[in-house]
């Protein structure tokens, strides 16, 4: 995340009591100076720092700079760390440059934290804070544009992209890009007070109900399961409470995904199939199933529901799935029910066991309809 530079914050505003904020996984609580070896940690790890507003930082002086800068009490700032449990600091998120009710807003993530959906559960409850409980109009943000994971994230938010001003920004000796977005109060309300809609889906021996926080239980099965999670986002959890936590997270809306428990008679949850990463054109598709389960055609049958229901319920353009390369078996599933290999990402996603290529598979609603007009789908 970039910070605005060249912009004053004004006169002083009155700024509302910096509230602790609680989500599902994460506690949020006010930065305090004794988060200073934290923030330090972060401000000087060079990948943390690869896209942020200055290069990593050589000295504590800098670090405790920053800091105090973060707990600026003007009423022009506030900024929250993030927290599993309200201890130790692993990341933080700010409003910043308060103004005639407009600010700006910026985050990080320690890196054990990442990949995880984190980021976005941190952000929408600092969103609340900043346009119901402070009554701001608008906030803003900027990125390296090449910080495409900031980008997506921005987006899945409500952002949207104002601007690309090209080599406006000095990093270290080197003139950057700077990607600007923005949000309305009035956007983000109609965002997260949107319903999504999760109906009951029924194809071939599955039935997709939505999801339940009580379905982690049964899904700690692939959660929990080293081989099971080989190929995921993140390694396998050695906690039920973990996997508790993830569900728990995603019910309640914090990804803004459609979720649904898949089951062969809309009772006991047999895996997790998702809609996610919306946008007006098209949405990603995602499942996992639970070791019992494999084998028996559900996969692709979970498949063929959504996309159903992507391109006739939500009139989506084109729906898009992304996996490692090594996961042979959910490429053959892609493959059976239509999509495309489009490309490969190169050594794009940081799992714990080192960074991995993504393939990109798609497939468009002209071509799933001609799938069913020649009896394939």
């Known amino acids: ?19 602790t904020l609680i989500t599902a996984r ?9 988060d200073l070896e934290a923030v330090h940690g972060l401000l000087t790890d060079p990948d943390s720092m690869k896209y942020w507003s200055h290069p990593p930082h050589d000295d504590l002086e800098q670090s405790r700079a920053s800091l105090k800068q973060a707990m ?6 506030r900024t929250w760390a993030i927290t599993t449990d309200g201890g130790k600091c692993l990341g933080w998120a700010t409003i910043f440059l308060v103004k005639d009710r407009m600010g700006w807003t910026g985050y990080i993530l320690a890196p054990e934290l990442r990949g995880q959906g984190l980021a976005e559960e941190a952000m929408r409850p600092v969103l609340n804070y900043a346009f119901d409980v402070w009554g701001l109009h608008r906030l803003g943000a900027t990125i390296d544009p090449r910080n495409h994971a900031s ?13 690309h001003q090209r080599r406006d920004f000095v990093y270290g000796t080197d003139y950057l890009d700077t990607g600007v977005f923005g949000l309305l109060a009035d956007d983000w309300r109609i965002r997260r007070d949107q319903p999504v809609s999760v109906p009951v889906l029924r194809e071939g021996p599955v039935v997709l109900r939505p ?15 080293a081989d099971s999670m080989r190929y995921m986002p993140h390694a396998h959890y050695d906690s039920i409470d973990q996997t508790r936590a993830k569900i728990a997270s995603i019910v309640a809306g914090v990804s803004a995904s459609r979720n649904w428990a898949i089951t062969s008679d809309g009772g006991e949850c047999l895996g997790w199939a998702l809609l996610h990463k919306e946008t007006t054109a098209q949405v990603e598709l995602g499942y996992v199933l639970v070791p019992a389960a494999r084998g028996r055609g559900l996969a692709k049958a979970a498949g063929l529901a959504l996309l159903r229901h992507a391109f006739i319920d939500l009139g989506k353009n084109r729906v898009e799935a992304v996996l490692d390369p090594r996961n042979l078996a959910s490429a053959a599933v892609l493959r059976a029910l239509g999509f495309t290999l489009e490309g490969v990402r190169r050594q794009c996603f940081s799992r714990e066991d080192g960074v991995v290529d993504s393939a990109i598979y798609g497939l468009l609603g002209a071509e799933w309809a001609d799938q069913q007009l020649r009896g394939k789908g």
């Open 26 to 34: 994460l506690v949020l609580r006010p930065i305090s100076e004794g």
């Open 151 to 163: 980008g997506g994230l921005l987006r899945r938010l409500g952002f949207v992209q104002e601007g």
């Open 72 to 77: 600026l009490d003007d009423g022009t700032c």
């Open 211 to 225: 999801l339940r926080a009580r379905d982690a239980d049964a899904l700690h099965a692939a959660y929990g399961d």
């Open 1 to 19: 995340m970039v910070l605005p530079a060249g912009q004053s914050a004004g006169a002083a505003n009155t700024a509302p009591d910096h509230a």
